[in-house]
């Protein structure tokens, strides 16, 4: 069974940066595409940012040239540098991932960001 551990969420001040960091641990699985998606109160999850299996990206438009997603293979590991945070960033955050040959996708516990004053 797959499973997803994120960390990195906290408190910051806007105009702060924060990273996040997602974790996939089980046995023989193969991972497609990961990402973050994020949902604030009263509203909708949407998609923050996604990177496929060969490190294509695409971002919200809300977040480009702020945020950054990263993955590394080796670890299972995707991550969300998210820099000058400002307080409409707030939400919790969830990442995810597809597993190859099923399609299924995973999704993290999620992970509080705040952002303000």
């Known amino acids: 069974q797959v499973q997803l551990v994120e960390s990195g969420g906290g408190l910051v001040q806007p105009g702060g940066s924060l990273r996040l960091s997602c974790a996939a641990s089980?046995?023989?699985?193969?991972?497609?595409?990961m990402g973050w998606y994020r949902q604030a109160p009263g509203k909708q999850r949407e998609l923050v940012a996604g990177?496929?299996?060969?490190?294509?990206?695409n971002y919200a438009d809300s977040v480009k040239g702020r945020f950054t997603i990263s993955r590394d293979n080796a670890r299972n590991t995707v991550y969300l540098q998210m820099n000058s945070l400002k307080p409409e960033d707030t939400a919790v955050y969830y990442c995810?991932?597809?597993?190859?040959?099923?399609?299924?996708?995973?999704w993290g516990q999620g992970t509080q960001v705040t952002v303000s004053s």
């Open positions: 089980g046995r023989g699985f193969s991972i497609n595409d």
């Open positions: 995810h991932l597809d597993l190859a040959f099923s399609g299924s996708r995973i």
């Open positions: 990177i496929s299996g060969g490190g294509r990206t």
